[in-house]
Nanobody, 126 residues
Framework: EARLVESGGNLVQAGRSLILSCAAS????????IAWFRQAPEKEREGVSN????????WFADSVFGRATIASDTARGTVYLSMNNLKPEDTGVYYC???????????????????WGQGTQVTVSS
């Protein structure tokens, strides 16, 4: 059974850094694209970052570009999202998503991802 488990969410002050982890199991990790989405209260879920495990290509939303990095550890089946200089607008539930058939044009489309984790809360105080 495919499973994604996020961790690392916390309450942090603006300007600080955070590393989120997504541990994957139950599927061929290296054949998938893994993405991070976030959802703030009363807002739509938005794509934050994506990594293609096979070729290492990455994508970042404009809102986090230059402040975030994404990396995978294939031995551990884990993807890490590191964010620095956090802002209050980064607050939300961060979800990990995976799918084997993501193309460039659908990277930020949540409907394209077939596997989801339960989410981890990130709260940035001003």
């Amino acid at each position: 059974e495919a499973r994604l488990v996020e961790s690392g969410g916390n309450l942090v002050q603006a300007g600080r850094s955070l590393i989120l982890s997504c541990a994957a199991s139950g599927f061929a990790f290296d054949g998938f694209a893994i993405a991070w989405f976030r959802q703030a209260p009363e807002k739509e879920r938005e794509g934050v970052s994506n990594i293609n495990i096979q070729d290492g290509s990455t994508w970042f939303a404009d809102s986090v570009f230059g402040r975030a990095t994404i990396a995978s550890d294939t031995a551990r089946g884990t993807v890490y999202l590191s964010m620095n200089n956090l802002k209050p607008e980064d607050t939300g539930v961060y979800y990990c998503a995976a799918d084997p058939s993501i193309i460039l044009s659908s990277i930020r489309d949540a409907r394209r991802y077939g596997y989801w984790g339960q989410g981890t809360q990130v709260t940035v105080s001003s």
